[in-house]
């Protein structure tokens, strides 16, 4: 059973996150984004919990159903403590096995902070003591560590975290058979790093507003439409040792907003290697850089090339497409409208970027759009790289002409 997966979401819960991110509206964009299980997002927040039990209907072992979707209870976590004297944050997906299961967890990890206040609450304790709670509650519980190279919060950051799982996991790391690529980085970077081999990676939206779903997307074959069945498929390894993880859709990582190194006060961009060259500082202020994520893959590959790359499909939203074939906004009526006609005419968002061979969309309008998809899937763009917080904007070539 194919089931394209988004995990990694917020609800209006959540700080800096949009009030429209409540069950009715996520079911909506999901099907219209093609989305065929999602997270419920801030699975430890007991006024989300209580709504969400409200609306959701349990219609297999650990899935939900709302809207003609159905939705899994997940969370993310952030972990801040002190360990070999630097300061850590790292970011943390769970996925619980039920409703009571994400009770439970709610329960264990409130001792460590406020679980009231933030959908995303912040603990302050190791990432080793949070899994020992999690999984002592809820011992079925799946832990990914989310957007892994972020530099300000994950478990490989340049500023926050560890040079390795085992050293961030230490005797927990076997209960991390997943990791979570980020909006900056895709397989092909990850799979330069050898000490990664092991984990099965998995691409999500991690949105804050319901336009942001399945931006990225991860493609699993179940046995069936349960828990327990995604939780093997995560344990079965990566994609060349049984994994039942058929592909990602992905970014392109230049978009993401932690590409390259940069000082974003300044609107400095550069590349790892011009950042060596600059000491790391920042040539108009003299300040320090934030290295991105390129960077930090740079200094942990131990492999000049990628090996035994998943399969994964690089995609731009359509909506941002559609508005510059039509030169206006992406939240414009004119855009809204014509995205509307393709999804009605082809099913899904995923479905023209990803699953429809290219020529079913000849004669699709706006005029170009079948020569951007095109570019896109052949990987023909032009890339502005995000860096310091600041997206990056990548384009198809033949938008671009």
């Known amino acids: 059973m194919r089931a394209v997966a988004d995990l990694h979401v917020h609800s209006r819960f959540s700080l800096a996150t949009s009030s429209r991110m409540e069950l009715g509206e996520i079911a909506w964009w999901a099907r219209r984004k093609g989305l065929d299980l999602v997270g419920t997002g801030d699975c430890t927040h007991l006024g989300w919990l209580t709504e969400a039990g409200r609306m959701l209907r349990p219609v297999g072992d650990g899935i939900y159903e709302a809207g003609g979707v159905r939705f899994l209870f997940t969370g993310e976590l952030s972990c801040v403590w002190r360990e070999g004297g630097r300061g850590r944050r790292v970011h943390l997906v769970i996925v619980a096995p039920s409703r009571d299961g994400a009770v439970a967890v709610s329960r264990a990890v409130a001792r460590f902070g406020n679980v009231a206040s933030n959908g995303r609450p912040v603990l302050g304790t190791s990432v080793q003591r949070a899994v020992d709670a999690i999984m002592t509650a809820s011992p079925d519980t799946t832990i990914i560590p989310a957007h892994i190279w972020t530099p300000w ?64 997307a991860t493609v699993f074959e179940l046995d069936e439409m349960s828990y327990p069945a995604l939780r093997a498929a995560l344990v079965a390894g990566p994609a060349d040792r049984g994994s039942r993880v058929t592909s990602t859709v992905e970014m392109f990582p230049q978009e993401g907003k932690y590409y390259h190194d940069g000082h974003r006060s300044c609107g ?51 909506d941002e497409i559609v508005a510059r074939l039509l030169l206006r906004g992406p939240r414009t009526l004119a855009v809204a409208a014509a995205v509307e006609e393709l999804v009605g005419r082809y099913g899904s968002e995923l479905s023209v970027l990803v699953d429809r061979p290219v020529e079913d969309l000849q004669g699709a309008k706006p005029l170009g759009l079948k020569n951007a998809v095109a570019s896109i899937r052949a990987g023909r763009v032009t890339a502005s790289p995000g860096y310091d917080g600041v997206y990056g904007v990548v384009r198809a070539v033949a938008e671009s002409s």
């Open 153 to 216: 919060y994950s478990v490989l950051g340049k500023r926050s975290g560890f040079d390795s799982l085992e050293e961030c996991f230490g005797p927990y790391i076997e209960h991390v058979t997943a990791v979570e690529t980020g909006l900056s980085s895709d397989p092909s970077m990850c799979r330069r790093v050898s000490t990664l081999d092991p984990r099965t990676l998995v691409s999500f939206s991690d949105a804050h507003g319901p336009e942001r779903l399945g931006r990225e």
């Open 268 to 318: 400095v961009s550069v590349t790892p290697a011009e950042a060596g060259r600059l000491g790391g500082l920042c040539p108009a202020c003299g300040g320090g850089l934030t290295l991105g994520v390129l960077h930090r893959v740079e200094e942990l590959a131990d492999r000049a090339r990628p090996i035994r790359v998943p399969t994964h499909e690089h995609v731009i939203p359509l």
